[in-house]
């Protein structure tokens, strides 16, 4: 499951992705966010992985993310982008492909392997958890 945040306006995009994931679900979250009228404002996108159980997506498939979102980083071309994966091989090596393909895009990419490391990153995503805990 996939579930947006939108933070401060939307420039935050925060997504958490949780339980199973497949190619086609990452694939029209991508495009159903890219459509919301507050992706315009976005300076921040990160996704959050840390809780997705299996990720069932393809090298295909990240062709096809990353093809989509080329047009997609022109309306924002000053957004980061980052994702906050586990430490195992498996979510780096993803995130690694990703980050790889996406090298073309306009946004600057980033991979975490910790939530204080996205913090670090993001000023309004250490806003955002701290308002949550509060």
């Known amino acids: ?3 947006d945040h939108w933070i401060d306006g939307g420039k935050l995009l925060l997504s958490y992705y949780t339980g199973d994931i497949t190619g086609e679900e990452l694939l029209a979250g ?3 966010k890219s459509g919301d009228m507050r992706f315009d404002n976005v300076r921040y996108v990160l ?7 299996k990720v069932r997506v393809s090298t295909d498939e990240i062709k096809a993310l990353v093809a989509c979102l080329r047009p997609i980083s022109k309306i924002c071309p000053h957004a980061k982008m980052g994702s906050i994966v586990n ?3 498996t979510g780096n090596a993803l995130a690694a492909w990703y980050k790889f393909l996406a090298d073309d895009l306009t946004w600057q990419i980033e ?3 910790s939530v204080e490391q996205a913090e670090d990153w993001c000023e309004l995503y250490r806003n955002f958890l701290r308002t949550k805990t509060c």
């Open 47 to 53: 996704s959050d992985w840390t809780k997705a159980n």
């Open 111 to 113: 991979i975490f392997t």
């Open 1 to 3: 499951m996939i579930t």
């Open 87 to 89: 430490p195992d091989p």
């Open 30 to 32: 991508s495009l159903h």
